[in-house]
């Protein structure tokens, strides 16, 4: 095992990048893991990472020692524990994170069933929690334009709390080009001037299009949607985050599915 000591060292650097940038982790298709639990989770879904990078306090963790065993032969970094908090995304990191190659999404890609499609989402936690919902509802595409917070960035993965690895993930997608080829139905959600979502039939693949809190959904994508879905709230209520509205949304298609069973 290999242990660095110095933030000049090349190596480091390079960690350091892929851990704060989300072009530098697109230009190398490569993102960390952080953490036991997003690990094991990787490891569930059949995933084998490049490499292990682990902190000197991180050694005398029971778990990070079990993930250690359970990799065996997979290159292994040390950091010492100021350095591994430099990449680490956790406040109070347990200290073990994986490289991972992000997955590849071929061309010819047949979406099945219902996708989340999302407009410039830059809040990570609202991207992460909206990933970790659609895997709970069933729901194994997401498309992410042009202005999303990067669907691979710490942050992200953290809230996604491993769904990421159940998914199908695209990102920087022209959305118009993409629902000019979707052949079901589109449904934009919106604040106002739509119909109540509990009234609608879910039964049909849809692509549930969700839009930046404050923004919405740029005009050419509302344009597509045949649907303007709104969730009905109390009086005196304007909207709700984005993750919520979503989470509404996925899961009351899900229960008219369901029923239809």
Known sequence: MKTIASRDN??????????????????????????????????????????????????ENTEVRALLAVFEGIETLCLRDSLFKEISSIASP?????????????????????CVVLDGLQDAGNVGSILRTAA????????????????????????????????????????VEFLSRWEETTIATVARDGQPL??????????????????????????????RAVIPMAAGSESLNVGAAAAICLFEELRQRLQMT
């Open 198 to 227: 509990f009234d609608l039939k879910l039964i049909s693949p849809i692509a549930w299009l969700f839009g930046a809190e404050g923004r919405g959904l740029a005009p050419d994508l509302l344009a597509r949607a045949e649907v």
């Open 94 to 114: 347990v200290g073990i994170l994986a490289v991972i190659r992000i997955p590849k999404i071929s061309p010819r890609h047949k979406i099945a069933g219902s």
């Open 10 to 59: 090349p190596t480091f650097k390079a960690l350091r990048d892929l851990s704060q940038d989300a072009r530098e982790q697109r230009r190398q298709g490569k993102a960390l893991i952080d953490g036991p639990h997003l690990l094991q989770s990787y490891r569930d879904h059949g995933g084998h990472p490049e490499q292990l990078v682990v902190s000197e306090s991180g050694l």
């Open 136 to 175: 709970a509802a069933g729901i194994r595409d997401v498309i992410l334009g042009p202005g999303c917070a990067g669907a691979w960035s710490s942050k992200v993965l953290r809230a996604g709390q491993g769904a990421h690895f159940g998914l199908t993930i695209r990102e920087q997608v022209n959305l």
